[in-house]
């Protein structure tokens, strides 16, 4: 007899806890389990932005999933999902189809440019691990022509931040501490380089805690930054960005790097597929499954799903993609033993931290708020911890953040 076949899509957080759980809870001969990820290797998301601004080597960041698989129980997929068709239970890849019995959607998010002119074009995004190793080199490469130049071009050394939400700060606080080791090794006056970071909405943070909020801007502003607040960007050129000062003026930012963080949508094979979606988000059911489909989980940033207390979705993080891995491989192996009272999904919200560089940090934690060496501290706990439940005690060894103090 043919034994099920689960198939995951998307070797982050969500598809890697989903398989991990999956090869611990599941027999061999129980069902097949296969893992479709575009690299061999799984990067850590949110550690993108140290590899974007050269504070973590790129290779620092990511491991090899076969490292993770048990061989016999997962068959891993190195390849590109293109399309999903539910009514046939077939997933297109660009070199096969697969078809499945139950599939898991964990894709992960895509930038959102809100149609904003030039930006696919002249801004660099935090998006996966070769865009956040392009930024590094691209300010690098800045960096050095500028000092090999007769003619000074003073618009390199200047850097445009898109977005003060946790992103955009987050990567700041690398850059501001990259900087003078920039400086030094290509001769060049710190003075000379600017950091701006626009951000559409009345504050940094928005929807954050503000004391919390003027700690962060206050440190940032000290390194450097220049905040250009409730300034939303209109337009993105070769030169730098044009912003809405209101009142109908209009302000060209001048800057040869342009790093847009300004938002998050989910991953764009959910629209091909034809699921209900906002944004390529799907609103899933208390079992995480899309709409009218039984057999399709959708997690991570690619899952809507809401917080009846603000009456919005929850924001998209690794902590929920990780949680939603968690439920739904029990799910699946209660499905193919034949139990189909499944578990709801229930959001285990632990906090929020915001690194602002290697050694400071802001953040809410079982509903404490810290900052500094305590908060900076706890975050490097969570970045640990995401290794833990994935890879063990073995992979915090081996890629974790160890040097603490
Ligand atoms: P991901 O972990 O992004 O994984 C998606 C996977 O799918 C990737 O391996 C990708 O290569 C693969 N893939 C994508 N498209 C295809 C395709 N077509 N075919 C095959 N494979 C494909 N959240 C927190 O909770 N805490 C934080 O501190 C935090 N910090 C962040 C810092 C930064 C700089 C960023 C950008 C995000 C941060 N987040 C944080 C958010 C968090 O990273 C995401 O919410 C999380 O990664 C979502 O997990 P996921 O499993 O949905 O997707
Ligand atoms: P975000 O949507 O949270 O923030 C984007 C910011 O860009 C917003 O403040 C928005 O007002 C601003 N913006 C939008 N359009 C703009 C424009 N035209 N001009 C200037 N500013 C504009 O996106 P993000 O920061 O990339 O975060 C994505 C998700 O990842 C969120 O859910 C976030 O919570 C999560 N994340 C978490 C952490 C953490 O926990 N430490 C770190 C990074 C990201």
Redesign the pocket.
Known sequence: MNKPKIVV?????????TVVKLQKSIRENDAEIIL????P??????????A?AGTLQPDRVRYSIEDIIHPRKVQFIQ????KIIPEEKKVQ??SKELSYDYLVV?????VETFGIQGLKEHALT????NS?RKINEHIEKEFSTYQAEKEKVDERLSIVVGGAG??GI??LGELVNRIPKLCADHQIDPQKVKIYCVEAAPTVLPGFDPELVEYAKKVLEKKGVEFYIGTPIKECTKEGVLVDKGNGETELIQANTVVW?AG?RG???IEKSGFENVRARVAVDPHLRAPGYQDVFI?????AVMNKETNRPY????????QQ?KLVAKNIKNLLQGNNDLETFVFDNKG????LGEDDAIGVVFGKKITGFKASFM?KV??NR?LFLIGGVGLVLKKGKLKMF
Request: aromatic letters at 8%.
């Open positions: 899509l998307g070797g982050g957080y969500g598809g890697l806890q479709v990820n575009n690299h290797y799984h990067y850590e998301t949110t550690w993108l932005h140290e974007a390849d590109t999902v293109e890849l660009g964990a894709l992960g998010a895509e935090i998006s996966n691990l956040a946790f992103t987050e990567f963080a998050v991953n764009s094979v997690i991570g940033d690619c899952s924001p998209p993080t690794a902590q929920i993609a990780m891995g929020t931290v915001c690194s975050k969570i970045d995401s």
